[in-house]
C-alpha cells in the first residue's frame, strides 16, 4: 500500500469516526480533509472518484459549500454511478430553501423579543455582528426558533433563527436529536462557531450568516440545559469501493 493510499485510509478512518462518535468532533473532520489533501498530491489518487467524493463529504459538513459542491461534482465526472449528482442537488436544494427563508423573514412581524436568559458570569452576551469568524469563546448569543428547515440529510439539524438584534441566521446543530429543539424556543448558543457564508454556484450567489454547534452543553432551551438522552449518534460513513 502507498503512502498516498494510507493517507486515504486514514482520511476515511477519521470521518467515520466523526459520525460513529455523535458528529460533534469537528477535529475529526479536519484530520479527515487534511489526509485527503495529501493525498491528492499523488497523481494516481487524483483518478479516485471516492477521494474526491470523500473530500467533498468533508467539506459538506465543515460547511465549506462551494469547495464541497465542486468535490462531488467532480466525482460525479469521474464515476456516475456514484450518487455524487444526487448530493449536489440535495446541497442546492437547501442552500435555495435557506435563502428563500432568510429572505422572506428577514424583517418579519414574527420576530419577537427575546426572553433574557441568565447564563453563567464567564460569558458574555453577544449579537451576530461582534462575533468573530470561527470559535467565539466566552460568548453566549440568544435568539428565537424560526423555522426548522427539512431537508434530505440526516445532519446536521437546520433551524431559521432571529437574533436579539432582530437579524436572522442559519443554525446547523449537531449530535442532537431531532425534538430537541421546536419551533418558537429560545436559545442560548454557548461558545458558538459563526460563519459569514457567501459564494456563488452556477451564477447564483449565496449569501447569509451561520452558527453552528457541535456540543448538547453549547445549547440552552428556553433558559435550560439540555439532558443527555438528547444527544445522537448517527450512521454515516465514508465512501468506500472494494
Not at 489533501?37 to 477521494?51: C, F, G, T
Not at 468533508?58 to 460525479?76: C, I, M, P, S, T
Not at 455524487?84 to 429572505?103: F, G, P, Q, T, Y
Not at 466566552?138 to 445532519?155: C, D, Q, R, S, Y
Request: aromatic fraction near 10%.
Amino acid at each position: 500500500m502507498s503512502r498516498m493510499e494510507i493517507l486515504d485510509n486514514l482520511g476515511n478512518a477519521c470521518l467515520t469516526s466523526f459520525f460513529v462518535t455523535g458528529t460533534w468532533d469537528h477535529s475529526k473532520l479536519l484530520q479527515s480533509l487534511k489526509a485527503y489533501q495529501n493525498a491528492e498530491k499523488d497523481e494516481r489518487m487524483k483518478s479516485n472518484p471516492d477521494l474526491y467524493f470523500n473530500c467533498a463529504t468533508v467539506n459538506k459538513y465543515l460547511e465549506n459549500y462551494d469547495r464541497a459542491l465542486a468535490g462531488f461534482e467532480a466525482a460525479a465526472l469521474k464515476d456516475p454511478s456514484l450518487n455524487a449528482s444526487e448530493e449536489v442537488e440535495k446541497m442546492v436544494n437547501l442552500l435555495n430553501k435557506l435563502e428563500i427563508l432568510l429572505r422572506g423573514h428577514s424583517k418579519s412581524k414574527r420576530l419577537a423579543s427575546l426572553a433574557s436568559t441568565i447564563v453563567n458570569s464567564s460569558y458574555k452576551r453577544a449579537t451576530l455582528d461582534v462575533l468573530s469568524e470561527g470559535l467565539n469563546k466566552a460568548v453566549a448569543v440568544p435568539g428565537k426558533v424560526l423555522f426548522f428547515v427539512k431537508h434530505e440529510n440526516i445532519t446536521p439539524l437546520y433551524f431559521l433563527v432571529c437574533n436579539s438584534d432582530q437579524s436572522c441566521f442559519v443554525l446547523s446543530v449537531y449530535g442532537i436529536r431531532n425534538d430537541a429543539i421546536k419551533e418558537g424556543d429560545q436559545l442560548t448558543l454557548l461558545e458558538p462557531h459563526f460563519r459569514n457564508i457567501d459564494f456563488s454556484w452556477k451564477g447564483k450567489c449565496y449569501k447569509f450568516k451561520s452558527i453552528r454547534v457541535d456540543f448538547l452543553e453549547q445549547v440552552l432551551v428556553n433558559g435550560k440545559a439540555l439532558p443527555p438522552h438528547q444527544a445522537i449518534r448517527t450512521s454515516i460513513y465514508a465512501q468506500h469501493k472494494p
